[in-house]
């Protein structure tokens, strides 16, 4: 049924439906929409379980994804003024450096290690959905605490912010790094060390951690895509889907309460991340 749709995706070496590849795009788009959460470490577990996608091409096609993903975010926040490109380039400058290195060690690590490193991560993601550990305070003001010299100062929305350099080029080195070897946008982390080390407000974070994903998983993907592990028919399959399934699944959250939903997702990802360091 729908073979016509069937096409060979050379360099995943699968014979993939399209169609399906866009559904799987869609709900996990959906996913990512309702319960806030990046689609990044949902599509390697799929593409390698479900589609027998090897594993670091599913990485390198997934940086790929979320590119185009955080581009088509990030153009609504800045448009809306959400975004400090001081702030933006600051970070991105050692997250797109950290990237490359961070990519180059995935392709590097045996293939065996990948899976059950991205096992654990994903163990993690779980227990900090499951478990809301507040270990950042989000009430500490930009500057509060610095010493003003090593930084910048700049404004947004009126309100006079201090950056921190040395901290800010540390945020985008940690990022850039998981971001590169694991193939995810990294705003797990982003956004929390935005808010508790640099005392950023949250509606500046929001933007600007967008921008900044971009730029870090373009890197990445980069190095992936040199080194051959990059199916962009694939990802731009994926893309097809998921930007629907995110539109109508943050639509949909804003006139839901899919907490609930998050715990059964979190449950989910338990088992996925088991099965993936061989428990189960």
Same mark, same amino acid.
């Given at each position: 049924m729908l073979e016509f749709l069937n096409f060979y995706f050379s360099t995943a070496g699968i014979d993939a439906n399209i169609l399906y590849l866009a559904l799987t795009g869609l709900v996990i788009g959906f996913l *990512?929409?309702?319960?806030?959460?990046?689609?990044?470490?949902?599509?390697? %577990?799929?593409?390698?379980?479900? /589609?027998?996608? %090897?594993?670091? +091409?599913?990485?390198?096609?997934d940086t790929f994804y979320i590119v185009l993903t955080a581009l088509s975010g990030a153009y609504?926040?800045?448009k809306n003024g959400f975004a400090n490109f001081k702030i933006v380039g600051v970070i991105a400058v050692s997250a797109i450096f950290a990237a490359q290195i961070g990519a180059m060690l995935c392709i590097e690590t045996p293939k065996e290690t990948v899976p059950l490193l991205f096992g654990v991560l994903l163990l993690l993601i779980s227990f900090s959905m499951l478990v809301k550990i507040n +270990? /950042?305070?989000?009430?500490?003001? *930009?500057?509060?605490?610095?010493?003003?010299?090593?930084?910048?100062?700049?404004? =947004?929305?009126?309100?006079?912010? =201090?950056v921190s350099i040395p901290k800010a080029l540390?945020?985008?080195? +940690?990022?850039?790094g998981f971001s590169?070897? /694991?193939?995810?946008?990294?705003?797990v982390l982003l956004i929390p060390l935005?808010?508790?080390?640099?005392?950023?407000?949250?509606?500046?974070v929001i933007g600007s951690s967008l921008m900044i994903v971009m730029f870090s998983a373009l890197s990445g993907s980069l190095r992936y895509f040199i080194e051959?592990?990059?199916? +962009? %028919?694939?990802?731009?399959?994926l893309l097809s889907g998921s930007i629907i399934g995110s539109y109508f699944g943050a639509h949909m959250a804003s006139k839901t309460h899919p907490e609930k939903l998050r715990k059964v997702f979190a449950f989910m990802l338990i088992i996925v991340g088991l099965k993936m360091v061989g428990i189960i």
């Open positions: *990512a929409g309702l319960l806030g959460v990046g689609g990044g470490f949902v599509m390697v %577990p799929v593409l390698t379980m479900v /589609f027998g996608v %090897p594993m670091k +091409i599913a990485i390198g096609t609504k926040h800045v +270990i /950042f305070n989000k009430n500490k003001k *930009a500057g509060e605490g610095n010493i003003h010299k090593y930084g910048f100062w700049t404004e =947004f929305r009126e309100e006079k912010l =201090f540390a945020i985008g080195i +940690i990022v850039g590169g070897f /694991f193939g995810v946008g990294g705003a935005m808010l508790s080390v640099l005392g950023l407000p949250m509606h500046l051959g592990f990059v199916d +962009i %028919p694939l990802g731009i399959a």
